[in-house]
């Protein structure tokens, strides 16, 4: 696969030559609070690792794949509150992904998937108007169909920083997590997912003031790569759908 970031322009000419339908894929993610035992960068790293595994998976099936570089701010009222965590206004989010995803076609790629791991409602809702009418795609893991793949956490509503999130970042930079920390933290079965439903709009009006929800305690690298083949399938399926 082709890293955007890393790439020479003669690279990517010679990709597009070869290949005009190349997939590029998009890590969508957010610089916000993830507990005491886990960076900011959290879905960052998760939208990497998920991006870069699908391209993977999408070159053994023949597709040309591209990953580019993740964007990094995004709507994160919810750990406003929490030191470190940087956001921005839906709309300046919005209009950021259009801007890129235009970009990304100007440069020659018909083929754009977003890969997103940064959950708040806000924020989907935002990629979801940035990509409106572009022919881009988006792999939202909060639609009912890939939902129900992942973990019995997920399905909870109790994976901000828990298990799941934690699992995925063992499987992919786990010298990034404080495994001195997390091992004290008790499970918080919150369902996060039905407080923000209820109105709740922040995670520390839903009952967590360490910035986490579920059991990291509970985390493992295996998990995290079994959670990472779901992902990764559901991208291949939109991709597939998308361009058939």
Not at 90 to 116: K, W
């Amino acid at each position: 696969m082709l890293k955007l970031a890393e790439a020479a322009w003669v690279d990517v000419r010679d990709l597009l030559g070869g290949a005009p339908t190349a997939t590029v894929l998009l890590p969508v993610g957010a610089l916000e609070a993830h507990g005491p035992h886990l960076p900011l960068a959290t879905d960052v790293i998760i939208a990497e690792g998920l991006a870069r595994r699908a391209a993977a998976a999408l070159e053994a099936e023949g597709r040309a794949a591209a990953v580019a570089p993740a964007i990094v701010y995004s709507v994160t009222e919810y750990a406003g509150g929490f030191a470190g965590t940087v956001g921005i206004a839906a709309e300046t989010a919005a209009q950021h992904v259009r801007g890129i995803v235009a970009g990304l076609a100007r440069a020659g790629f018909a083929r754009i998937v977003l890969g997103n791991a940064h959950l708040e409602p806000a924020h989907i809702a935002s990629l979801r108007a940035a990509i409106d009418g572009t022919g881009a795609v988006l792999a939202d893991c909060t639609e009912k169909r890939f939902a129900r793949t992942l973990t019995d956490e997920y399905k909870r509503g109790a994976c901000h920083a828990g298990s799941y999130e934690t699992s995925l970042v063992l499987a992919e930079r786990p010298e990034l997590v404080r495994d001195g920390r997390r091992a004290g933290l008790p499970p918080l079965p919150i369902d996060l997912a039905r407080a923000m439903r209820a109105g709740v709009r922040t995670f520390a009006e839903a009952g967590a003031a360490d910035a986490y929800f579920g059991d990291p305690a509970a985390a493992t690298a295996v998990e995290g790569e079994w959670i990472f083949a779901r992902l990764v399938e559901m991208v291949l399926a939109v991709v597939r759908e998308r361009w058939p």
